[in-house]
T-cell receptor
Framework: EAGVTQFPSHSVIEKGQTVTLRCDPI?????LYWYRRVMGKEIKFLLH????????ESGMPNNRFLAERTGGTYSTLKVQPAELEDSGVYFC?????????????FGQGTRLTVV | DAKTTQPPSMDCAEGRAANLPCNHSTISGNEYVYWYRQIHSQGPQYIIHGLKNNETNEMASLIITEDRKSSTLILPHATLRDTAVYYC??????????FGPGTRLSVLP
């Protein structure tokens, strides 16, 4: 069974450009999460989808970030326009259920560098 | 904020057991303790989780004290590939996983 997959693995863009990250969760997992680690900081939660609905987007840093999950399958995270401080590694995770007794599985991440 | 505290770093000799401690003195009765690790720049890898009983799987064992205020992750025979940052996380109701700085485990040859 395939794990959580993310595309691209690396992206280098110029400040002001747009970048779209994609996440394919484990098949059958209704719950999808985005996290990120920016330079020197800890891994931080961004948002949580249940199927196609945003359950919790309290971690989204600002309105330059837009996450979608049309159809409740894969998800995209768009950054527009990108700023230097957006550089970091963006992780996606998925879980079958949501609750205290449910582990989530993470993808390998997309390393975003804004220059 | 993370509800756990861990030592920033530990060393372990290859082939020996690695015992990683975690304090979670404010844990509530229904909250689970999770362990993840991050090897180099890969994504966090799930290891194990538990509520109050000790748990064991193919990767590790989790020992939770009776008062649940602390726990220990045990890697029974550490290898060089176990060198990673290990995160102890208490999953709180209504919240997603909150990562702290973790413990950087170095397995030495």
């Amino acid at each position: 069974e395939a794990g959580v997959t993310q595309f691209p693995s690396h992206s280098v863009i110029e400040k002001g450009q747009t970048v779209t990250l994609r996440c394919d969760p484990i098949s059958g997992h209704d719950n999808l999460y985005w996290y990120r680690r920016v330079m020197g900081k800890e891994i931080k939660f961004l948002l949580h989808f249940v199927k196609e609905s945003k359950q919790d987007e309290s971690g989204m840093p600002n309105n330059r970030f837009l996450a979608e999950r049309t159809g409740g399958t894969y998800s995209t995270l768009k950054v527009q326009p990108a700023e230097l401080e957006d550089s970091g590694v963006y992780f996606c995770a998925s879980s079958q259920d949501y609750g205290l007794n449910t582990e989530a599985f993470f993808g390998q991440g997309t390393r975003l560098t804004v220059v | 904020d993370a509800k756990t505290t861990q030592p920033p770093s530990m060393d372990c000799a290859e082939g020996r057991a690695a015992n990683l401690p975690c304090n979670h003195s404010t844990i509530s009765g229904n909250e689970y303790v999770y362990w993840y690790r991050q090897i180099h720049s890969q994504g966090p890898q799930y290891i194990i989780h538990g509520l109050k009983n000790n748990e064991t799987n193919e990767m590790a064992s989790l020992i939770i004290t009776e008062d649940r205020k602390s726990s220990t992750l045990i890697l029974p025979h550490a290898t060089l590939r176990d060198t990673a940052v290990y995160y102890c996380i208490v999953k709180t109701d209504g919240q997603n996983f909150v990562f702290g700085p973790g413990t950087r485990l170095s397995v030495l040859p």
